[in-house]
């Protein structure tokens, strides 16, 4: 059986390991001209790294990135509002949170997929399907195949075109990202910080020794003409602005942050849909590559069972959409009160947040750090 995955992203990449490993025949199909994300760094959660250690790849990404034992949200002065240790998950499960840089996360699993089992500029248009699959690509090329899977993204041809769902919502808040070096070789080890202002809020994270990694997300609204990040972060800690002035233009990335509203149909037949092409989350919980992830391990599990496509893709929605889509609800709110820009509002929030009970933040870390799934 072919199976053909669309979309070469953290999502499809780690799909493509797994299979490999359950003994599939799997090609990846990605519209890219090279496997190779642009900037940013990312936080591969407990969830995920314990998939990479399944599948024999998490001492290279622990290497490669930097560990990280705690999370501390703070206000816009760095003062702290609640501090989540992650130590008693690390010693739960064996292993860390990590924080990457993007390019080099992608480059682990490609190598690790092996390059022949990766095809480059090929974006695909359309889908024909029979018996089994034709894929056409936009340099007129078509490939049959017998499997297919969807792991192209929030925008997603496989779901637009099989499925006609998917219903992209626009938080109105926008989004910078960035890499820089720092010379911070004993400040600011092994945290992840999320500063919370008016309307705003900053991330930093170091990805290496002399590394960090930053988001600036802010609403819409609070953007005027011409201003520029480093603008409209000026109210916040002096390092935080110095981080963003310091960052080189070219490192730096901008986006809107959307979401896909929750589908309750992800498969059908022998086509799926993975990541977040299935359950694309808003970024507030550090999740929507890490579901990705999830969704590999799964279907890993599943086809290694020598079960059909039919019942792998069943079986595999089941599993997993109630947690995705927690994810993707619980994510949502949180920007939203993330975000407010009242001060009456915002002292409340932080006064509130403070009084977090510890039992409470690992019980939610608990459901979100857990990926023990009953395969039968
Ligand atoms: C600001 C921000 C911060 C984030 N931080 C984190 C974090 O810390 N931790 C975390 O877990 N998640 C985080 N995320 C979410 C994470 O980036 C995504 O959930 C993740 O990248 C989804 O992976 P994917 O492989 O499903 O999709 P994608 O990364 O979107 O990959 C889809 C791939 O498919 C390709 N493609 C698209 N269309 C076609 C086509 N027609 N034919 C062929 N190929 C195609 C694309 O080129 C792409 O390579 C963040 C997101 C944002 C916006």
Redesign the pocket.
Known sequence: MKIAI?????????TALALKQAGQEVTV????TE?K?VG??????NN?MQVFDKLGIRKKIETAGYKISNIKITDAQLNTIFASDLTKFENKYGVYNV?IH?ADLQKILADETGFKNIQLS????KIEQENNFKLT??DDTSIMADILIG????????RNQLFGTGSIRDTKQR?W?GVTEFDWTSKYSHEAFEAWGKGKRFGFVKISDKKVYW?A?INETLIKDKANVTELFKDFHPEIVKIISETQNNNIIF?D??DLQPINKWQKGKVCL?????H????N?????????E?AYVLGKLFGQRKSAEEVFAQYEKLRMGKAHFIVNTSWTIGKVAHYQNSIAVWLRNTLVKTIPKSANEKQLNKVFNIDYEIS
């Not at 669309?6 to 780690?14: K, Q, R």
């Not at 993975?274 to 299935?278: E, L, P, S």
């Open positions: 669309i979309g070469g992203g953290i999502g499809g990449l780690t199909y990605e519209s890219a496997i994300p940013a760094g990312i936080i591969m959660a995920a924080a993007r090929k974006r695909l248009i690509f936009d792991a192209d993204g929030i925008k997603s041809t496989v989004c990202r988001f997300v986006n942050i959307i993975i990541g977040d092409a299935a694309a989350t808003t970024p919980m550090g999740q929507g590559a890490c579901q990705a992830v969704d």
